[in-house]
Nanobody, 127 residues
Framework: EVQLVNSGGGLVQAGGSLRLSCTAP????????IGWFRQAPGKEREGVSC????????YYIDSVKGRFTMSGDNAKSTVYLQMNNLNPEDTAVYYC????????????????????WGQGTQVTVSS
């Protein structure tokens, strides 16, 4: 079973940056698509972005496009979410998820399509 570990969250001022990490010790992401999700207090968990290690496709929701970037380090079995120009609306618990999906659909990632989840990491952006 794939076990994912999230890290990299924290408190940052508006306009600042954070880099989140998602790793799976002893496992490789070669055949997986990785998604990032976030859940703000009182809101549903929403898909933010995805990257496919099968065909290289990526997708970002409009509210983060141009500010967030996913990348991977296959040697470390780690996927990153670089978040720049953060604003208070980005405050949430961020989760990575993995599934054997061959490509990123060109729409918001659906949490129902992913079976393997990290524990989440808190991102707080102050104004």
């Amino acid at each position: 079973e794939v076990q994912l570990v999230n890290s990299g969250g924290g408190l940052v001022q508006a306009g600042g940056s954070l880099r989140l990490s998602c790793t799976a010790p002893g496992f490789t992401f070669d055949d997986y698509t990785i998604g990032w999700f976030r859940q703000a207090p009182g809101k549903e968990r929403e898909g933010v972005s995805c990257i496919s290690n099968v065909d290289g496709s990526t997708y970002y929701i409009d509210s983060v496009k141009g500010r967030f970037t996913m990348s991977g380090d296959n040697a470390k079995s780690t996927v990153y979410l670089q978040m720049n120009n953060l604003n208070p609306e980005d405050t949430a618990v961020y989760y990575c998820a993995a599934e054997t999906i061959r490509w990123c659909p060109r729409r918001e990632p659906s949490r129902y399509e992913y079976n393997y989840w990290g524990q989440g990491t808190q991102v707080t952006v102050s104004s």
